[in-house]
């Protein structure tokens, strides 16, 4: 089945290691995007690819960035992470954006000791 | 941007209950999605409904984009049904194009 794919599903890092997510898909869609969703609240957009072409939220802290070496990947990068970066990492992808349907993967729950 | 407001915050019910779920939303859209969280953090499709109305199976749900509200129905509920049901839109106008969630409603059944 065509789906979206995030590892690892877990991941601790300690206040202020580099980490790196990663997210695949295999619906070949153009947009990749990531969002961040802390205890009890709704998911809320980091920044998407379109293609290559990289489109960062306005509040999107300079600590995270990503990269998309191909259509199939996308990677989320976080400098120095501190403690308020501990939340649910989501990954979801769609053929164009506005009108199109979002798939989403299961995510991966971060935290940071 | 576009503001989407869910109701009820939260709901119990016991099992085999009905129960409706509403998203209102501020400006007109082109894309309406409902999802459900489960207890592990996946947000699993549920609709892609911007106007209309669908079902599948237990679930339904109707989009009225002239008066800007969703409903999602849930018939004959199950424990399997417990979890944060969230109304997300994408506005028709040029700036409210990302998917923008509501808070969600967390819907808690009981055996």
């Known amino acids: 089945d065509a789906m979206v794919i995030q590892n690892p599903r877990y991941q601790v890092t300690q206040f202020g290691k580099p980490v790196t997510l990663s997210c695949s898909q295999t619906?070949?869609?153009?947009?990749m995007y990531w969002y961040q969703q802390k205890s009890s609240q709704a998911p809320k957009l980091l920044f998407h690819?379109?293609?290559?072409?990289?489109?960062n939220e306005a509040d999107t802290p300079d600590n995270f960035q990503s990269r998309r070496p191909n259509t199939s990947f996308c990677f989320l990068d976080i400098r120095s992470p501190g403690l308020g970066d501990a939340a649910m990492y989501l990954c979801?992808?769609?053929?164009?954006?506005?009108?199109?349907?979002?798939?989403f993967g299961p995510g991966t729950r971060l935290t940071v000791t | 941007g576009i503001q989407v407001e869910q109701s009820p915050p939260d709901l119990i019910l016991q099992e085999g209950a009905n129960s409706t779920l509403r998203c209102n939303f501020s400006?007109?859209?082109?894309?309406l999605q409902w999802f459900h969280q489960n207890p592990w953090g996946q947000l699993i499709n549920l609709f892609y409904?911007?106007?209309g109305t669908k079902q599948n199976g237990r679930l339904s749900a109707t989009t009225v984009a002239t008066e800007r509200y969703s409903l999602l129905y849930i018939s004959s509920s199950q424990t399997t049904d417990s979890g944060v049901y969230f109304c997300?839109?994408?506005?028709?106008?040029?700036?409210?194009?990302?998917?923008?969630f509501g808070t969600g409603t967390r819907l808690t059944i009981i055996p």
């Open positions: 619906l070949n869609h153009n947009v």
């Open positions: 979801a992808t769609s053929k164009g954006t506005g009108s199109y349907e979002q798939y």
């Open positions: 690819y379109y293609d290559k072409d990289f489109n």
């Open positions: 400006d007109s859209v082109n894309n």
């Open positions: 997300a839109v994408a506005g028709a106008n040029f700036g409210n194009e990302k998917l923008t």
């Open positions: 409904i911007p106007s």
